[in-house]
């Protein structure tokens, strides 16, 4: 049995009746019911999609009778979600625990800005679009649920190389403060200089400025015009190339550590180093005492 499949199956109620078939139909996609439920569902959240979609192209909001259509629809639609919503709070082993849980969040956001509207007017239906994510139920339907173990691994690659990817972040996040500091003075003051305006009118632009440039993204919006700070930019980019491939770097070098160690070997409970020895009472990393 895969980890996916596991943590789902922990929230299953242990007790015959009407909680456990409800789970299976909401949460299971292995029987006839099951998977129609989630096919009426994903084609539910489209529909929701498409009308929140709809709803912001000017020529349908000159139209009264078919902005009452929309909002009619949708309306319907977030009171189907909430009843799903309770649903699934009503047949789960822990209420609170699916609640918190990474899908229970999404459920929620699907249908709270609809309700938010009552209070802050039409500026909050744009964010019932969140409802896309659950889209990925398709997952489940298809059969594809296999897939999320992937993503578990994945997910806890990057776990393990959190440290790394923290210290490659705090050199970027100091290399892009210093050198947008630095081209805000020597913008600002050549600027200054020659009687001319300049495109780095503050410090967080020009930090904005270097992330677009380390990023090699150039949306061109904020651009230095003078010989020294076009050399600052060139250096920039390079250095923005050759840090681009450090993250997947280390992501790649804990896929190779695991596969190495071994699915039978445990990592050190409090680093997660591999390649303990059989025979060591401490980790050789950090030195907290290994399980036995």
């Not at 929620?108 to 009552?118: N, V």
């Not at 050759?242 to 896929?255: G, H, M, N, R």
């Not at 059989?278 to 399980?291: I, N, T």
Request: net charge positive; glycine share 4%; charged share 20%.
């Amino acid at each position: 049995m895969t980890n996916s499949r596991s943590k789902r199956l922990s929230q299953r109620p242990d007790e015959e009746g009407w909680r456990r078939t409800l789970y299976d139909i909401i949460f299971e996609a292995d029987t006839p019911a099951g998977r129609w439920f989630d096919i009426a569902l994903l084609i539910a959240i489209l529909a929701s999609i498409t009308i929140v979609s709809m709803e912001t192209v000017p020529e349908y909001q000159r139209r009264p009778g078919l902005l009452m259509f929309f909002a009619s629809t949708e309306w319907m639609l977030t009171f189907l979600f909430t009843i799903e919503y309770v649903l699934r709070l009503m047949c789960v082993r822990s209420p609170i625990r699916y609640a918190f849980s990474f899908w229970g969040i999404i459920d929620l956001l699907s249908i709270l800005p609809s309700y938010i509207t009552f209070f802050i007017g039409k500026s909050s239906r744009s964010f019932v679009i969140l409802r896309s994510v659950r889209l990925l139920r398709v997952f489940r339907v298809l059969k594809l649920w296999r897939m999320m173990d992937e993503a578990d691994e994945l997910s806890s690659a990057i776990w393990k190389a959190r440290n790394k990817i923290i210290v490659f972040l705090v050199v970027v996040l100091v290399a892009v403060t210093i050198s947008g500091t630095l081209m805000y003075h020597i913008e600002t003051v050549t600027a200054e200089g020659l009687n001319r305006s300049s495109h780095f009118t503050s410090i967080p632009q020009a930090m904005y400025w270097a992330i677009v440039t380390m990023t090699t993204v150039g949306y061109g919006d904020v651009v230095p015009q003078t010989a020294l700070g076009k050399v600052i930019s060139a250096a920039l980019i390079l250095l923005g190339y050759s840090l681009i491939i450090v993250p997947s770097t280390f992501v790649s070098a804990e896929f190779i550590q695991r596969k190495r160690a071994g699915d039978d070997e445990l990592p050190c409970p409090s680093c997660n180093a591999y390649g303990q020895r059989q025979d060591a009472d401490f980790c050789f990393r950090c030195g907290v005492r290994l399980d036995a």
